[in-house]
Every structure is written in structure tokens, then in C-alpha cells.
T-cell receptor, first 119, second 114 residues
Framework: NAGVTQTPKFQVLKTGQSMTLQCAQDMNHEYMSWYRQDPGMGLRLIHYSVGAGITDQGEVPNGYNVSRSTTEDFPLRLLSAAPSQTSVYFC??????????????????FGSGTRLTVV | DQQVKQNSPSLSVQEGRISILNCDYTNSMFDYFLWYKKYPAEGPTFLISISSIKDKNEDGRFTVFLNKSAKHLSLHIVPSQPGDSAVYFCAARSRRSSNYKLTFGKGTLLTVNP
């Protein structure tokens, strides 16, 4: 089925470990982004990309790296995990033409999320 | 400092009645408001939006009302159905946003009882 696939669904890390959260989409969306959702807070934008080879920072980028070598994939790397990075992470993708048009919710397709716990 | 506030963490209504979910904002630069719905173990999905130049937008059972002077919007669901049980996020876009960022509220859990 077409959509956004996030792996893994659950992960427990120790402080200081590194890992990569995977996000893949098969809809040929130019725009991809990562959000995190913390208890008692709304989703916050971490990083985004408007096409292969192009990435930029969102609202809360510290502690995370991204790259976009293909249209399909947008991995999120935690370089040295900290307890403050315990969160649910959502990947979202869209066609670039919709990102400037909020009438249809930015055309976002969200993945089902990765629940990360850092101990 | 939360610019989009959903002060009710949860709401419970009976099937067939009206559900009203509220959202307040502080940033006068917001020019578009959106509602997303999220079921457990799934990502959010878009529900309905409204431009700041309008005061009402309707889509089937869902209507969003915007009161700019009060910086308040509400989502009405009539009639409510058990399948509407989900977390509802209010989000806003700033006309000054250069990174396509949406500012989300923390969500309201709606439970519709049969």
C-alpha cells in the first residue's frame, strides 16, 4: 500500500547511543519532514527536506541530523541520545505544491510513528 | 510559550450529540488554521481547515468556526459518531513562516460513547 513507512515502531536506547529512525515513502513526494510529539505538547518540526540533496532545520533541530540522498528516504539520526529525546517521532511527506497551500492540510501523509525511549 | 492552546485534554459526548473542540491562539500572524485527527498507533490525518479571512468552514458533519477578535476557533462535529473517537489537534500557520512549519496544539482526546 502506498504511504509513509516508519521503522522501527518502538525503540529503547541508552543515553549516549546513536541510532537512525527510518522513513520511506513511495508516493514520489518531494517534501518530507520529521516531527516529534511530547506528552502535553503538540507536534514540533525537527527537520525537513524539499527534495533530494536539500534539507533544512525546523523548530527543534538540536541533537538530530538528516540527509536526503533519494526522493523516497529521509532518515533521522540521533548522534548521542539523551533522555530529553524520549518522544514519539512522526515522519510526514507531501507534494511540494501542497506545502504552500494549507487548504488541504498541506497534503500531509504521516507515518504511524516511532516511539523512542532513552534511558 | 504555547502559541496554540487546547485547554481541554479530553471530552466525552454521547453518540448523536454535538462535539465542540476548542482552540485558542496568541500569534496574530497566523493566517491559516487546520484540524488533524489521530487514532492510536496511527499518524495524524487532515480533517478541515479555515483561512483567517473567513469565520466558518463546513465539510459534512464537521464545521470550524473562527473568531479572530477572540483569537479562538472551534471544531463542531454533528452528529458525533463512535468512529470520531480520536485525538484532535489544532494547528496554525504563520504568514511569516519560512520553513513550512505548522504550530500544533497539544490535542484533545474525544470519546464518543454509543
Amino acid at each position: 500500500n502506498a504511504g509513509v513507512t516508519q521503522t522501527p515502531k518502538f525503540q529503547v536506547l541508552k543515553t549516549g547511543q546513536s541510532m537512525t529512525l527510518q522513513c520511506a515513502q513511495d508516493m514520489n513526494h518531494e517534501y518530507m519532514s520529521w516531527y516529534r510529539q511530547d506528552p502535553g505538547m503538540g507536534l514540533r518540526l525537527i527537520h525537513y527536506s524539499v527534495g533530494a540533496g536539500i534539507t533544512d532545520q525546523g523548530e527543534v533541530p538540536n541533537g538530530y541530523n538528516v540527509s536526503r540522498s533519494t526522493t523516497e528516504d529521509f532518515p533521522l539520526r540521533l548522534l548521542s541520545a539523551a533522555p530529553s529525546q524520549t518522544s514519539v517521532y512522526f515522519c510526514a511527506s507531501s507534494y511540494l505544491q501542497y506545502i504552500t497551500d494549507p487548504r488541504n492540510g498541506y497534503g500531509y501523509t504521516f507515518g504511524s510513528g516511532t516511539r523512542l525511549t532513552v534511558v | 510559550d504555547q502559541q496554540v492552546k487546547q485547554n481541554s485534554p479530553s471530552l466525552s459526548v454521547q453518540e448523536g450529540r454535538i462535539s465542540i473542540l476548542n482552540c485558542d491562539y496568541t500569534n496574530s500572524m497566523f493566517d491559516y488554521f487546520l484540524w488533524y485527527k489521530k487514532y492510536p498507533a496511527e499518524g495524524p490525518t487532515f480533517l478541515i481547515s479555515i483561512s483567517s479571512i473567513k469565520d466558518k468552514n463546513e465539510d459534512g458533519r464537521f464545521t470550524v468556526f473562527l473568531n479572530k477578535s477572540a483569537k479562538h476557533l472551534s471544531l463542531h462535529i454533528v452528529p458525533s459518531q463512535p468512529g470520531d473517537s480520536a485525538v484532535y489537534f489544532c494547528a496554525a500557520r504563520s504568514r511569516r513562516s519560512s520553513n513550512y512549519k505548522l504550530t500544533f496544539g497539544k490535542g484533545t482526546l474525544l470519546t464518543v460513547n454509543p
